[in-house]
């Protein structure tokens, strides 16, 4: 082996042929490997950009997805805003319709309390060619009006009676009512004492009562102030008719 080497080592140095030939070969290998190294290379990154491929496709189908989950989501907003519309369309006509209902109910009422008064005033100046007081008339009135609306059960009629040593014109124990006639009312005396009164039933029979004044005939001023008097103090009052 030392002597082939000799033996090369000598060509080299006097062979240029030779010399080129191996240097040749030599740089040959280098580039061969090189090259080699290169494939490899390439076929990773090859693999690396079928791998990036892969991953873009798969967030092209993402984004895909997506956007036909966005366009729903947009379909299902606008099917929601024409649902909130129509519902809030449907929630104004109700609220119309409740102020109608409400404003035809005010009109009932007013109907009902002046009809109420004009029976009052007329039966009132009748009541005396029937043999009987005013008194005795409108607690036979508001009697068939009450069984009439509810208020009262069919057995029950109101009546003159006591609470303690307070005598009531229209009474009933149950349901309780403290109510009051007067022919004639030029102040607020009537009400303040009706109140009174409702007060001592409330206090014997531990529950509030329902509180009625009936007036024949009332002055234009006492009866603003009987009125409001009543809304303050949730009385029911029935006012035949207002003279000057």
Same mark, same amino acid.
């Given at each position: 082996?030392?002597?082939?080497k000799k ?5 080299l140095?006097?062979d240029?042929e030779?010399r ?7 740089g040959?290998?280098e580039?061969?490997k090189?090259?080699?190294s290169?494939?490899?290379e390439?076929?990773?990154?090859r693999?690396?950009q079928?791998?990036i491929w ?5 967030l092209?189908?993402e984004?895909?997805?997506l ?7 947009g379909?299902?907003q606008?099917?929601?805003?024409e649902?909130?519309t &129509?519902?809030r369309?449907?929630f ?13 109910q ?9 009809l109420e ?5 007329? #039966? ?5 060619f029937?043999g009987?007081?005013?008194?005795e008339?409108v607690?036979? #009135?508001?009697?068939a009006?009450?069984?009439k609306?509810g208020d009262?059960?069919?057995y ?12 009531v ?7 309780l009512?403290?109510g ?6 030029e ?12 007060e001592?039933?409330k ?6 009562? &329902?509180k009625?004044l ?5 002055k234009?001023?006492?009866?603003k102030?009987?009125?409001k008097v009543?809304e ?13």
């Open positions: 082996m030392e002597l082939l033996e090369i080592l000598e060509l140095d006097k240029i030779f080129y030939a191996v240097a040749g070969y030599l040959l290998s580039i061969l090189r090259l080699d290169l494939t490899e390439q076929v990773r990154l693999e690396e079928t791998k892969k991953e873009i496709e798969a092209k189908e984004q895909v997805r956007r036909e989950e966005q366009t729903k989501l379909e299902e606008t099917k929601l805003r649902e909130q &129509k519902l369309e449907d104004n006509k109700m609220l119309e319709v409740i102020k109608q209902l409400q404003e035809g005010i009109r009932l009422e007013k109907r009902v309390d002046s008064a004009a029976m009052i005033s007329g #039966f009132g100046e009748l009541s005396k029937a009987l007081t005013f008194e008339f607690r036979k #009135f508001l009697t009006s009450m069984r609306s009262i059960p069919e029950a009629e109101l009546v003159k009676g006591f609470v303690d040593s307070e005598e014109n229209l009474f009933l124990e149950e349901p009512i403290i009051e006639t007067t022919s004639y009312a102040s607020t005396d009537d009400i303040q004492k009706l109140l009174r009164k409702a001592v039933a206090a014997k029979y531990s529950r509030e009562p &329902k009625i009936v007036i024949l005939a009332a234009r001023e006492a009866a102030e009987i009125r009543a303050e103090k949730n009385v029911e009052i029935i006012i035949g008719k207002i003279v000057d």
